[in-house]
């Protein structure tokens, strides 16, 4: 019986994925997400952050198609503790994206700066019913990552061969 609940359990787990068609931009594949919490969407849209860091720090999501979209995308930064909106808007929308037409979004905030590591989320979901699509990501405020930490590692690695 436990062989059974575990086979069960495999199955469902490896068919939230669906392949992509072959990466064409460089960077990894991100796979169809069956189970989310938004329902069923396509990982395609390309984020990235970048962070001027000050007493007011300026957050920048940088929001990238593989193809044209022309139904409205909605977005919504989500700050963590500690951490306050200065300038600009927390919910937007966007009317529809362009192939390989970068678009940034700002936002400026205070409490990002310092020791204490917080945490601010941006989020972004098509509104076409045939074709969701979904990205989101997290900005931290300090380089204590667990990301930042691998990527430490890696580089050790690499310079004592």
């Given at each position: 019986?436990?062989?059974?609940?575990?086979?069960?359990?495999?199955?469902?787990?490896?068919?939230?994925?669906?392949?992509?068609?072959?990466?064409?931009?460089?960077?990894?594949?991100?796979?169809?997400?069956k189970f989310t919490y938004r329902g069923v969407v396509e990982r395609?849209?390309?984020?990235?952050?970048?962070?001027?860091?000050?007493?007011?720090?300026?957050?920048?999501?940088?929001?990238?198609?593989?193809?044209?979209?022309?139904?409205?995308?909605?977005?919504?930064?989500?700050?963590?503790?500690?951490?306050?909106?200065?300038?600009?808007?927390?919910?937007?929308?966007?009317?529809?994206?362009?192939?390989?037409?970068?678009?940034?979004?700002?936002?400026?905030?205070?409490?990002?700066?310092?020791?204490?590591?917080?945490?601010?989320?941006?989020?972004?979901?098509?509104?076409?019913?045939?074709?969701?699509?979904?990205?989101?990501?997290?900005?931290?405020?300090?380089?204590?990552?667990?990301?930042?930490?691998?990527?430490?590692?890696?580089?050790?690695?690499?310079?004592?061969?």
């Open positions: 019986m436990p062989a059974i609940i575990l086979a069960l359990f495999l199955s469902l787990l490896t068919s939230c994925y669906e392949d992509q068609p072959e990466n064409t931009h460089g960077l990894s594949n991100v796979p169809l997400t395609t849209i390309q984020l990235k952050f970048k962070v001027e860091k000050g007493e007011t720090s300026k957050l920048i999501a940088r929001i990238e198609t593989q193809y044209d979209y022309d139904f409205p995308l909605n977005y919504e930064w989500k700050l963590g503790e500690g951490v306050s909106l200065s300038d600009g808007n927390l919910k937007g929308q966007i009317e529809k994206m362009q192939k390989d037409t970068p678009l940034e979004i700002e936002l400026n905030v205070t409490g990002f700066n310092g020791d204490i590591n917080r945490f601010v989320r941006f989020e972004i979901l098509g509104t076409n019913p045939q074709k969701r699509v979904f990205a989101d990501g997290i900005i931290n405020s300090t380089d204590k990552s667990f990301e930042k930490i691998v990527q430490e590692v890696e580089l050790y690695k690499k310079s004592n061969q």
